[in-house]
Structure formats: structure tokens, C-alpha cells
């Protein structure tokens, strides 16, 4: 059977089952942009928090600032307070939003200390409460999204999706590692096998696919519906169309740094000067892995003052390779 196919999530069609992950910090619109260029079929934003969109003051609106060329467009909530989460879909509902996402995954010191994101896989009860809520909130297509448990000796993502589709979600989606892993170590697919057996709703695998090979063996291994990439994303948003297309070649050095240059510029237009130099100090590094004489670059783009300086060390370390 053809791996790679459309899907519908709830009253949502996808074109693929390829899904760009939300990343803090990194899924702003402009790494949306290109991923759905590169062919994904969802983009995700970055989690937001739903207390904050409830105050909605202009820091947050940013966060799901979204673009007509970028649908369908995906929203993450995180939170620990059903009504909070509740309102804030319902809310955000009136906006060109086309799925919702609930994080329940983010290991994140700061965020599980409050019950949100990964602590909520502790909270089986509250996760019902939060899916009730955000269902009662909206009828647009909505998923959650886990890690296969706690800590590897509470591994309880089936009793966690299963909640989640008895309470009317559209999909889960899994990373396949601990919150005790965080990232490290490798994600256990099979746990998503787990899930995918358990559940009637679509699973959207996640974890560790670097290549259109991991892709096919993840869905090969698990059955899963859709799969989820992340890191393998950043700075290389063609990972998408390679994956779909078993003739697509690698981009050359040059188009790396010309789309480098296009995401800096989206990003000084969407996060305003300050916001997008300090942004792509970090993402700049992913588009030039691996080129010759990137260390001295990157020593250049790290005491850079802004991003029309940032733009002309790339096009000098584009002239000069
Ligand atoms: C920098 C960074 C930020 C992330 N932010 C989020 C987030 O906001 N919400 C979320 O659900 N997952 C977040 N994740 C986790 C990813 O969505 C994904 O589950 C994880 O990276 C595993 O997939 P991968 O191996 O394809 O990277 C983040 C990951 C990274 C590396």
C-alpha cells in the first residue's frame, strides 16, 4: 500500500500524512511557510500558552499569526485548567485556525511544575476533563499530543489516547519517548504501535525520523496514520519533499543559504528586527551544517548587529563556496 496518501482528521483533508511539529521557538510562521512549500500537508505552531491567549496581549497573537498560504494551519494550547483551555479554544475558534492541538508533552521544567504538558500523562483524569472541555469549545478538528508516559516505569500513552478519543478528539499524536527522556535516548516506536491498535481515531507517529527511509519504516512498523517531523526540520524543510519523492535531490549549498536568507527576511517581517536577528543566531546554524568554513561564519553571524549584516556574511559565504 502507498505510505504516503491523504488523510482527514475529523472534517479536516489533508493532502499527505506528512505533519511539520510544533517547536517552540521555531515554528513561527516563516519555518511554516517553507514547510508547507517543501510539500507537508499541516503545519503546526509552536505551543501557546491558553491562559495567555485568554489575556491575548500582542506578544501571544504573534504566536498564532498565521498567513491565507498557510493553511491548514494547526494551533497548540498547553495549560493545566480545562476551563481555561475551553475558553481559549473557543475563542480562538473565530480565527483561521483549522485544527487544534493540545500539548501534553513538553518536559519542560517550568511548564510540568504547573501540571501542563507532560505532567498531564500523570493526570489521566484531568486529561479527560481538558479533552471534554476543549471539545465542548469547538467543532473544528481536534488532537492531542503525548509521550508514551511519565517515566519508562509509567509507560501509559494507550490509557491516555484512549481517554482522549472517548472524550472526542479527532487524533493523537505520540512522540515515542519519556518525559523522563526528554530527548535523549531513542524513541520507542513500538509504543506507537501500541497506540495505533488501541485506537479507532487516526495516530500521527513522532520521533526521530531523519530521512524518507525512517519515514517509510515508522509507518511500515506501526501502522501509523500520518507521521510528525520536528528536528530533522529545522533549517532543512526539503526533509518533506524528500520523503515524498524517492528522486528528489538534496539541495546544494547555495539554495541552503538563498532560502536562509528568505527565512531571515520573513522573519525580520513577521517578529520585527530584534526579535528575528536573535531568532536566527540559532536557526542559521542548521542551513549551514557541514559547509567548509562555517565555524569562522558562524563566529560572524554570532557578533553581528542586526540582520542586514547577518544577510550580507550570508551572501559573502554563499559568493565564497
Ligand atoms: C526546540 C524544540 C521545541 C519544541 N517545542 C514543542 C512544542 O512547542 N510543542 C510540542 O508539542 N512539542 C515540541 N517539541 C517536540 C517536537 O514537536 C517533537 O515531538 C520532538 O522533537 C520529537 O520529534 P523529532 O524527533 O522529529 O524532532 C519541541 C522540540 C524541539 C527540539
Known sequence: M????????????????????????????????????????????????????????????????NDESVRPFGLQVFGANPESIGKSIEMLSSEPVDLFDINMGCPVHKVCKKGAGAALMKNPELVSKIVAAARKATEKPLTIKIRAGWNSKSINCIEIAKIAESCGADAVAIHARTREQEFSGKADWSHIAAVKSALKIPVIGNGD?????????????TRCDAIMIGRAAIGNPWIFRA???SDFS?????????????????????????SAALAMRSIISWYTKGIPGVKEFMRNIQRSKGTAEMKSLIDQFAANI
Not at 504516503?4 to 519555518?31: C, R
Open 2 to 65: 502507498e505510505k504516503f496518501h491523504p488523510i482527514k482528521i475529523g472534517t479536516l483533508s489533508l493532502k499527505n500524512n506528512l505533519i511539520a511539529a510544533p517547536m517552540a521557538g521555531l515554528s513561527a510562521l516563516p519555518y511554516r511557510v517553507l514547510a508547507m512549500e517543501m510539500g507537508c500537508a499541516l503545519a503546526m505552531s509552536e505551543m501557546v500558552s491558553a491562559e495567555g491567549t485568554i489575556r491575548a496581549g500582542e506578544k501571544t497573537k504573534r504566536y498564532f499569526k
Open 209 to 221: 525520523i531523519k530521512s524518507r527511509h525512517d519515514a517509510l519504516e515508522m509507518i511500515e512498523q
Open 243 to 245: 520523503i515524498l519523492d
Open 250 to 274: 538534496e539541495p546544494g549549498r547555495k539554495e541552503r543559504l538563498l532560502t536562509a536568507t528568505r527565512h531571515l527576511e520573513m522573519l525580520r517581517e513577521f517578529l520585527g528586527e530584534h
